[in-house]
């Protein structure tokens, strides 16, 4: 017990230096293998390993361990034409009303326009609600902290999980997401973060031939003399 709280004991196996160059070598080459498709196959995904998924993106750290999120699977033929309906007319209106020029420019080399065939075509969608805040059992509020933030993590290990399964996703955030809300009928103190399609990439697949940025334009060091 620790100021009336109890706590465990935490240890992992040591590692020294030459096995965590090594290691963080290897996760780095295979998380770079990780890329965003929008063409998928409907080949069937068991509901099982989308469960194993859902419980790994609850592995995520979050502010004061409120864990404020709600992860929505949808197989669901009819659920996903009426979200691929709502998410079309949306991206409809951004593409060509609500997004400037120079963010337009910024989308071409990726080949996606507001078409969202992907939305029915992928076997799984997972969609991200973030809890602004909970309800306890006298219907009262209880405030959740760093909710954006708690979820953003959340939904990269979720991303990491995908990929580690041998299976492919795009994170799609339509604009504005309120419509999932309403489809998947979800209560006042849950709103849409995130929707990720889920699935084998389709037999021809074609993804842009882009790079990443190098360490030297991401990181800056501030080492001990």
Known sequence: MIDGYPYIAYSKPFIGPQEMLIKSREFMSWMDERRTIRDFSDREIPKAVIEQLILTASTAPSGAHKQPWTFCAVSDPGLKKQIREAAEKEEYESYHTRMPEKWLEALRPLGTDWHKPFLETAPW??????KAYDIGESNEKINNYYVSESV?????????????AGLATLPHTPSPMN?????????????PFLLLPIGYP???????????KGLEKVAVFYEKA
């Open 202 to 212: 389709a037999k021809d697949c074609y993804i842009p031939d882009i790079e990443r």
């Open 125 to 130: 969608l997972i969609i991200a609600f973030k």
């Open 179 to 191: 419509f999932l809300s309403r489809v998947l009928q979800r209560p006042e103190n849950e709103k």
């Open 152 to 164: 953003g993590l959340a939904c990269g290990f979720l991303m990491a999980a995908i990929h580690h």
